[in-house]
């Protein structure tokens, strides 16, 4: 296989023989694509991976003997670098959401255009090179779970970056993926956008809660949160700045707690900010979703928010660095900003000005009703990434849990960033 070292490895695997010789086909001249190898099984395709180790499987869901789904776990566990396209009609939305979360990257309804297909495969083998994948399968994942729901925060050290589109398309994304109870919440308690993306108007806001600490029972939470067509449960912001502002550290920090007796997952939207209720959120999320586009005012924060991690007591695991508005037009690769910032970038998501602009007036997430477009795919992607991150490792997410609630008891909630720097020094 030595002469295929400069190009990128794909295995095909669907049961129909035609189907293969097309998409074979397409790839053919592809100058960095070579095909190695395929399979007519989901078992073949399992062995022919662990022989070949390609760096993408285009893999068809409905297959003899093994299916998609359990190919994709396999390989997950046993051929580490390989990445899987997963193939299916569109009436497969169900099987799509499995794939997703065994570990499939990327998927492609069939059949995909030679454009479509080609752009994945580079795509996804552009995130191989960035991101060590963390596979777990439906069943771990309903076994390992605990009852506690994990806590999400998006958040950006410059404003503007994408973290309120990204938190409420990521949210829908994760309900579509995992099915579980999903939260959003607008942690941007003064001036909130959350119920303009989603186009909500309702009058119970975090306020309800904030103002109610002891009585949160899941009746009062069911009141209080707005549900949305997605089936995602929205916690909306206070209506005016100064409600906003009244709302305590430790009172945010005791509604969050509080939500994940009720959801699974609890995403929530942040400030542009380093105050303390911003720094209750992200001591109290299980991952923050770093987001950051390709411009250097962005990078130099984000290089900057990254060193303070470490003494805010945010271990490596917990930051997961999203590059947004992603464009390789603009000449910055991953891993230049990665050497750079030291410290891995998790996903991409690819730069759509136009669709975002328009799903923002229309208040419907583009994964919603543009579910097929590169950008909705990629934010698909995180979803999956972030609940396979959380599922399957409960003891690493109890460690890091533990790393970070360390420094936020209520006597340290109200410091601001420099005091508690200063403290922990
Ligand atoms: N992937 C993307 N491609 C193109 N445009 C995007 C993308 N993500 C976000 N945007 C655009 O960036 C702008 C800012 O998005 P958004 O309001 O979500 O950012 P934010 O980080 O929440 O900003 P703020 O600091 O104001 O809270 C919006 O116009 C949005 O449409
Ligand atoms: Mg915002």
Do not use: W
Request: charged share 25%; hydrophobic share 45%; net charge negative.
């Amino acid at each position: 296989m030595a002469e295929h070292d400069d190009k990128i490895k794909v295995i095909i695997a669907d049961d129909v023989a035609e189907t293969r010789e097309i998409l074979e086909k397409a790839l053919y001249f592809e100058k960095d694509i070579v095909v190695v190898g395929k399979a007519a099984n989901g078992r073949e395709a399992v062995q022919l991976c662990k022989q070949h180790q390609p760096d993408v499987v285009l893999m068809d869901i409905n297959m003899p003997e093994l299916d998609g789904i359990g190919a994709t776990e396999a390989i997950m566990a046993q051929v580490p670098g390989t990445q899987v396209i997963i193939m299916s009609v569109q009436s497969e939305q169900e099987y799509l959401r499995r794939a997703m979360l065994a570990g499939a990257r990327e998927y492609l309804i069939k059949p995909p255009d030679t454009d479509e297909l080609v752009r994945s495969i580079r795509h996804v083998y552009k995130l191989r090179a960035s991101a060590p994948r963390l596979a777990g399968s439906p069943a771990e994942t309903a076994a390992q779970r605990s009852d506690q729901g994990k806590i999400v925060a998006v958040f950006s050290p410059k404003g503007g970056s994408g973290c309120t589109v990204v938190a409420a398309n990521m949210a829908v994304a994760l309900k579509q993926i995992t099915n579980k109870r999903v939260a959003l919440v607008d942690g941007n308690l003064v001036f909130g956008d959350v119920g303009v993306v989603m186009n909500i108007v309702a009058n119970k806001t975090i306020i309800d809660l904030a103002s109610r600490v002891n009585d949160l029972d899941a009746q009062l939470i069911g009141d209080v949160t707005v549900p949305h067509a997605s089936q995602v449960r929205v916690l909306l912001a206070p209506p005016d700045s100064q409600s906003g502002e009244a709302i305590t550290p430790d009172q945010l920090r005791t509604v969050l707690d509080s939500l994940r007796n009720q959801f699974d997952y609890i995403v929530v939207d942040t400030q542009t900010a380093y105050d303390d209720r911003t720094l209750t959120i992200l001591d109290v999320a299980d991952r923050i979703v770093v987001l950051m586009t390709l411009e250097l005012p962005a990078i130099k924060n984000v290089k900057q928010f990254c060193e303070l991690a470490g003494p805010l007591g945010y271990n490596d695991d917990k930051l997961m660095l999203v590059l947004n508005k992603a464009d390789s037009r603009l000449g910055i690769r991953a891993e230049s900003i990665e050497s750079q910032i030291r410290h891995k970038v998790s996903a991409q998501i690819g730069n759509a000005a136009y669709e975002m602009t328009l799903s923002l007036n229309q208040g419907v997430p583009l994964v919603i009703d543009r579910r097929n477009h590169p950008v909705a795919r990629d934010i698909m992607a995180l979803a999956a990434l972030t609940a396979n991150a959380l599922n399957p490792g409960q003891a690493e997410a109890a460690v890091g849990a533990a790393a970070s609630a360390a420094p936020t008891a209520a006597s340290e909630t109200n410091k601001g960033l420099f005091g508690r720097l200063l403290t922990k020094r």
